[in-house]
């Protein structure tokens, strides 16, 4: 029983170590299998160019190719599983856009024809409408209402405006009576009284309207004063917040000072430096050779080409051969490379970097910044102790 469960373990065993053999074979195919790529162009007057890239050793493909069109092909073991074509064009006997109808006999459809229609009026007049200036003319009856009303017609129309005139006359004209002045007095009176309180209403109104006036004006006085206080505090408070500025930037200033003169973040420094230029080199096509002829008609512009170009040139000087073309608008060449990238590699040179305690301390305080390192920990229970 003993030597039966031995053997199954011992099975078991083999199994997981064939398993963990084979991710782990799987994996460095992943990683040091390369991704490589070619291209190939060419523009003389009409541009034309291939793209293809291969990885797991040809098992996967991708093709790109332009002309007249762009076309795109994926291939698994040599085998298409997705396609892409170029949009076919109509060919020169094909209409391009669709045929004007014909009109019939007689009409044209360049212009819209005009109607003219004519109405007969009962008088036997006719009335034109449409396709120009429209004109109606009616004829009628005039009224009398424009007659003039002379003396007698006047009173007879308007009998009460003669009453009002005769009672404001103090009788009538008949009679030859004269006016009733009695109780004239007492009018007066209630006159002169009406007066006074008039007077005093104005002289009320005036004095509220100068009350209102003050405390208007003292008001827009306290106000000025609250604004003028408030302003003279937000300026102090954003002084306060500047020097407290200045301090925090003079603080920072020092701690970087501080990280620059350090050895350790120096010996940090030029390895990130190195393994930054491995990386951006790496990609770069190892063998293949590019020919292009351009030029600009702005001389500034063409020498903002030139001075970006010079900053990858160096890198790119065996494979790349410039010939620029001042005063005129030109983009014409060739090109012819071959490269790979192996994940692998650039796994390497980031591992690298991680390796370098320094720069481990340094990432662990950018992702906790406020996590206190081990070393300080230890130092503070010692001073503690």
């Known amino acids: 029983m003993i030597h039966v469960l031995a053997l199954a373990l011992k099975i078991i065993g083999w199994i997981l170590l064939g398993i963990l053999g084979l991710f782990l074979g799987l994996l460095l195919l992943v990683l040091f299998s390369a991704v490589c790529y070619r291209i190939d162009g060419t523009k003389n007057g009409k541009p034309e160019g291939k793209v293809k890239i291969t990885w797991l050793l040809r098992i996967l493909s991708v093709t790109a190719a332009y002309q007249d069109g762009l076309s795109l092909k994926a291939k698994i073991f040599g085998k298409t599983v997705w396609k892409m074509e170029p949009k076919e064009k109509p ?128 008001g827009k006085i306290l106000s000025i004063i609250q604004k003028v206080r408030f302003s003279i505090q937000e300026i102090c408070g954003k002084l306060k917040q500047t020097e407290e500025r200045i301090a925090w930037l003079k603080e920072k200033w020092a701690m970087v000072q501080d990280y620059i003169h350090d050895p350790a973040n120096q010996k940090s420094a030029k390895l990130i430096l190195r393994q930054i230029k491995k990386i951006l080199i790496h990609p770069l096509p190892r063998k293949g050779y590019a020919s292009i002829a351009f030029g600009v008609e702005d001389p500034y512009q063409m020498g903002q080409i030139l001075s970006a170009a010079s900053l990858a040139y160096p890198f790119v000087h065996k494979h790349l051969t410039l010939h620029p073309v001042f005063g005129q608008k030109l983009l014409e060449g060739e090109v012819h490379m071959k490269g790979r990238i192996r994940l692998g590699v650039l796994f390497g040179y980031v591992l690298r970097l991680l390796l370098d305690r320094n720069i481990r301390r340094q990432l662990q305080k950018l992702i906790f910044p406020h996590k206190e390192p081990k070393g300080k920990k230890r130092q503070s229970a010692a001073a503690e102790s």
Not at 168 to 185: C, H, I, T
Request: with cysteine.
């Open 91 to 218: 060919s020169d006997g094909s209409p391009s856009s669709k045929e004007p109808a014909e009109a019939p006999d007689g009409f044209s459809l360049e212009k819209p024809v005009e109607g003219i229609y004519s109405l007969e009026t009962d008088d036997g007049e006719e009335a034109s409408l449409g396709g120009g200036n429209r004109s109606h003319s009616f004829s009628g009856k005039q009224t009398d209402a424009g007659k003039s009303l002379d003396g007698n017609e006047d009173a007879a129309a308007c009998p009460d405006v003669k009453a009002k005139a005769d009672d404001a006359s103090g009788g009538s004209a008949k009679d030859g009576s004269l006016p009733d002045w009695e109780g004239s007095g007492d009018s007066l009176l209630e006159e002169d009284d009406g007066v006074i309180q008039k007077l005093n209403r104005k002289a009320t109104h005036g004095k509220e309207k100068i009350t209102g006036f003050v405390h208007s004006v003292k």
